[in-house]
């Protein structure tokens, strides 16, 4: 008898660790979930915000916590930066995003790096133009599984093909974590760090 209730409270503590998640502006996010075979925990979350308005939420999940960018880029296994739309007042078009990318690439890899990319990025940034525009609500996954790629999953449902390689990956996270970003607070969010909307709970 001792061993069913011994066993039963290991279920429900199991099952209250899975339920477990991280609230952030007004948002549950999960504290841990699994991807490509492995488990992932929650790094860090930053909010996009500007002229006054909330763009979106953005949680980087990894096999590990990091706190500055090398780390995040030196972390091995799969990742994901799931991306939560909250603008109010319209629809964001997927070439705003891949405007954002291009930029961000374009600032923060070397020419080495660039060059070693060859189409890639154009690859990503053509699955997010099969989506075509995001509104509020809409979640959008950019994960990393290192036997195949970067893939774009958004509202459940898969755009494109995956792309390979780890060293595309790095590159798009360099677009929000690199030297030169458009903005610095979700950057401090995403490495875990304090920013003036707090830290998550």
């Not at 997927?94 to 154009?122: H, M, P």
């Amino acid at each position: 008898m001792y061993r069913h209730y011994f066993l039963s409270g290991l279920l429900a503590l199991s099952l209250m660790t899975q339920a477990q998640a991280v609230r952030y502006q007004d948002q549950d996010y999960a504290d841990t979930l699994a991807l490509g075979g492995k488990s992932l925990v929650l790094s860090g979350i930053g909010e996009r915000a500007a002229y006054g308005f909330h763009g979106y939420s953005a949680a980087l999940y990894m096999t590990k916590k990091a706190g500055t960018p090398d780390e995040v880029y030196a972390v091995t296994g799969p990742k994901r930066l799931e991306l939560r739309i909250t603008l109010p007042l319209k629809s964001i078009g997927a070439q705003e995003f891949i405007k954002a990318i291009d930029k961000g690439v374009e600032r923060n890899c070397t020419e080495a790096e660039k060059a070693a990319l060859g189409d890639r990025v154009q690859r990503l940034n053509a699955n997010l133009a099969l989506f075509g525009s995001f509104k509020k609500g809409d979640v959008a996954l950019i994960d990393f599984v290192p036997e195949k790629g970067t893939t774009l999953v958004v509202n459940g449902k898969q755009y494109g093909d995956t792309v390979p390689g780890a060293d595309l990956y790095t590159a798009f996270l360099k677009v929000f974590l690199g030297e030169k970003v458009s903005d610095e607070r979700l950057k401090a969010g995403l490495l875990g760090q304090a920013t003036f909307k707090g830290q998550p709970t």
